[in-house]
């Protein structure tokens, strides 16, 4: 499909970004991005706030600050109690109070399933984009939240995950990725991600692939909530854990010694994932320290970028 070309076209549709970016002027450069789904928890209010949250997401990632939103929203409006559309859109607006972001306006469809979420523009200087891809060699890789909200998710559906562990995910999914993206900023940072549907794993392989380098991924210092490597060795997976498996397993190579188990943790599609930073080795620790010091306490170095072999990701 041959694509509308603009050289004002900062980020478009080439490469696998995590939204599009297109300059106004030589200050100011827009941040586009759209995401909706169907509930992952019972709480219509939570539902909301998980869906924002997610939404903003793709803008703290690029390094932008976002300043406005649409909902989207469809809803069963014959079979459903329209409190619940209320609840959702009230834990949306209040997260969006959070972000600092301003509700514009937004479009509704009846459905028979509900589905929430946001258009997001946000803004950006022109030279500080930050994309998914340009990690260079001796860069360590920062993970801002822990891994399994999917895993968790997948236990919940089947009545097996106490209230502790929905209670660990919905706080993640919940969280806003707005403070660990204002303190990458604030350092070189050379590329970075949000990790969503696809996994760690399969987000790793799209800040590598067609390039001239590889992610080595240190699969015992990922943070892993610890209920969901209980659920994952029970082999409560997604569907979505063995797509992303089967979808990159051409570009990963796992050790021998990596459990099976720790894999489909690796591959688990998240909702409002962490941000998956890539940094000069130097600064590193003091940004890993200054973000355990500013509230984002689970962050950890999970890797580095390495030479060889190019384009791939190795889980050690």
Not at 148 to 164: C, M, W, Y
Request: charged fraction near 20%; proline fraction near 6%.
């Amino acid at each position: 499909m041959p694509l509308i070309s603009d050289p004002n076209l900062i980020v478009g549709m080439e490469r696998s970004e995590d939204a599009g970016v297109y300059k106004l002027n030589d200050d100011i450069a827009i941040i586009e991005t759209i995401d909706f789904f169907t509930p992952i928890v019972d709480d219509p209010f939570t539902f909301g706030q998980i869906a924002v949250a997610n939404a903003l997401s793709d803008v703290y990632s690029m390094g932008g600050k976002p300043l406005v939103a649409m909902n989207i929203v469809c809803f069963p409006i014959r079979t459903m109690d329209v409190s619940v559309l209320r609840e959702i859109l009230a834990g949306g607006l209040e997260k969006m109070r959070e972000a600092g972001v301003i509700l514009v306006g937004g479009h509704s469809v009846e459905d028979q399933e509900p589905k929430y979420g946001l258009s997001v523009t946000g803004i950006i200087h022109p030279s500080r984009v930050v994309p998914n891809t340009g990690a260079k060699v001796g860069d360590r890789l920062i993970l801002t939240k822990p891994l399994g909200v999917g895993l968790i998710s997948t236990a919940l559906k089947g009545g097996l995950a106490d209230d502790e562990a929905v209670s660990k995910a919905v706080r993640y999914m919940s969280s806003l990725n707005r403070k660990a993206s204002e303190l990458m900023m604030a350092v070189d940072v050379h590329a970075c991600t949000d990790i969503t549907g696809f996994g760690l794993l399969g987000h790793a392989c799209e800040m590598v692939e067609g390039t001239d380098t590889s992610i080595m991924i240190y699969s015992d210092q990922v943070p892993v909530i610890a209920e969901a490597v209980e659920f994952a060795k029970m082999g409560l997976v997604p569907g979505g854990t063995r797509r992303n498996r089967d979808f990159r397993s051409n570009m990963v190579d796992i050790a021998k010694d990596v459990p099976n188990y720790l894999v489909d943790v690796l591959f688990d599609p998240q909702t409002c994932g962490g941000l998956l930073i890539s940094v000069p080795e130097s600064q590193a620790e003091p940004l890993l320290r200054t973000m355990r010091t500013e509230g984002v306490e689970e962050a950890e170095i999970v890797g580095e970028v390495v030479a060889s072999p190019p384009g791939r990701v190795i889980v050690s």
